[in-house]
């Protein structure tokens, strides 16, 4: 089910409630609305200020792959032909210049054009339309948010329950994932809902013979294996697979990942790594100990940060490690009596505001990325040769539990609460850099 975008003005003129698809008009054969003539005089005339207004901040916020959507759709309804859509996406590798073409080059097609194309984004980002207060436009009047697009408030039951599961995850339902947009849109990262579009990657590297002695056989990996593809898979991503790669080789799987152009077009991405690991990072299959074939974190990180991993900044980027980092067994005796200290925050320091919103702007060299490890550093990893991995069991247990309604912070606590009363490895975040939220919406 498609999440209704906006009620035509006629209906809010007649006071009544609707909710249904929106679709782009055909720039040359139709009307460039839903509703009256008359209407599409109006907003079509306000249409081209409205997008000389917002300009400066599309420009700064709008990411690759809804210039390439939008784009698309102009294409699509004729607006703009096959020549000048290649001419706006080659007029430089720079997002912000694409972006100012676009705004510029549907500017020069007339009010018509402009109106389709805030309808557009409107459609395909519309947390983005919402701050840029376009969604207000389409409805009538700047001073209205999404009043007449909000649901019901008294939800029924059916309506707020996760409907039927798809490869083992409880699906999002309409009433809920309407809620979490209309309440948290400013808070989380917004998804691609066109499937025709979205091209989600997740890559899965796993080790599971190695030639020292030293490093056994993973028996039960095959088994992690199969369930991550599962999962992953059922969250709509396209997964990859390598099994028994050096840390070289791990390496350049990763970078070749990172280049993918698919990410451009793609709103998030999974990796994850299974291996036998050391403190150092995580063993390839020619590892003999410490400082032999390891492939460190740090490069990981450095391969999917906002400099190697472009197509993919400003959406969030999760890595799973499966591995041993140390041989510590991660557990103290303590008395019942004992309890944690917390430590105090320090309160943030703020640069100075002397960035230019509008030219190139810097950006972290890493952020939207968070890493979850199945255990704690200089810890151990527990693996079962017949059901797997115990951390990989419970993250998929939980996320095919809560995925439907909770982000994925709050997934990754449920996985640490599980350990908590079994004290085998204690699951740990690093490099936690998502500015947002990200729900997975799994069914959408």
């Not at 055909?26 to 200020?49: L, V």
């Not at 400003?314 to 005796?333: H, L, S, W």
């Not at 998929?396 to 909770?406: L, R």
């Amino acid at each position: 089910m498609q999440l209704p975008v906006f009620p035509s003005p006629s209906f809010l003129r007649a006071g009544k409630e609707a909710y249904f698809t929106f679709t782009v008009s055909c720039y040359h054969r139709e009307p460039c609305c839903d509703s009256r003539p008359e209407d599409c005089g109006f907003y079509g005339a306000m249409a081209d200020k409205k997008l000389e207004e917002v300009r400066t901040q599309f420009v700064e916020k709008v990411n690759r792959a809804v210039i390439r959507a939008v784009l698309d759709d102009l294409q699509e309804k004729r607006v703009l032909n096959e020549e000048e859509v290649e001419e706006m996406m080659e007029k430089s590798a720079l997002k912000q210049e694409q972006a100012r073409a676009l705004i510029d080059g549907v500017r020069r097609k007339g009010p018509k054009a402009s109106l389709i194309a805030i309808k557009s984004i409107h459609s395909r980002d519309p947390f983005l339309a919402e701050e840029l207060d376009l969604t207000a436009f389409l409805e009538g009047s700047p001073s209205q948010s999404l009043q007449a697009l909000r649901p019901r408030a008294n939800l029924s039951m059916e309506e707020t329950q996760p409907v039927e599961s798809r490869q083992g995850i409880k699906l999002c339902p309409p009433g809920v994932f309407e809620k979490i947009q209309r309440e948290e849109s400013t808070k989380i990262y917004p998804i691609i809902r066109d499937l025709k579009t979205r091209t989600r990657l997740a890559l899965i590297i796993c080790n599971i013979s190695f030639e020292s002695v030293c490093f056994p056989r993973r028996d039960g990996a095959e088994v992690d294996v199969a369930g991550m593809e599962r999962l992953l898979t059922g969250l709509g991503y396209k997964v990859e697979t390598h099994t028994n790669l050096c840390s070289k080789d791990m390496a350049d799987c990763l970078r070749e990942f990172a280049a993918r152009k698919e990410h451009e077009t793609s709103d998030s991405t999974f990796v994850v790594l299974m291996s036998h690991g050391l403190r150092a990072g995580l063993c390839g299959v020619k590892s003999q100990g410490e400082n032999s074939d390891i492939l460190s974190h740090d490069t990981i990180y450095s391969i999917l940060n906002n400099k190697n991993c472009p197509a993919l900044r400003d959406k969030p980027k999760v890595i799973i490690i499966q591995a041993c980092r140390g041989e510590n067994k991660g557990i103290i005796y303590v008395r019942s009596t004992d309890a944690p200290s917390a430590d105090s925050l320090s309160p943030a320091s703020w640069l100075p505001e002397d960035y230019e919103s509008d030219a190139i702007r810097r950006v972290h060299v890493e952020s939207d990325l968070i890493c979850f490890c199945s255990t704690t550093p200089d810890n151990v990893s527990w693996r079962s040769p017949q059901t797997g991995s115990v951390f990989i069991v419970q993250l998929i247990k939980q996320m095919q539990e809560h995925a439907w309604c909770s982000h994925l912070d709050e997934i990754f606590r449920e996985v640490q609460q599980a350990f908590s009363n079994n004290p085998l490895q204690m699951p740990t975040k690093e490099r936690a850099t998502l500015l947002k939220r990200f729900y997975l919406f799994p069914g959408y």
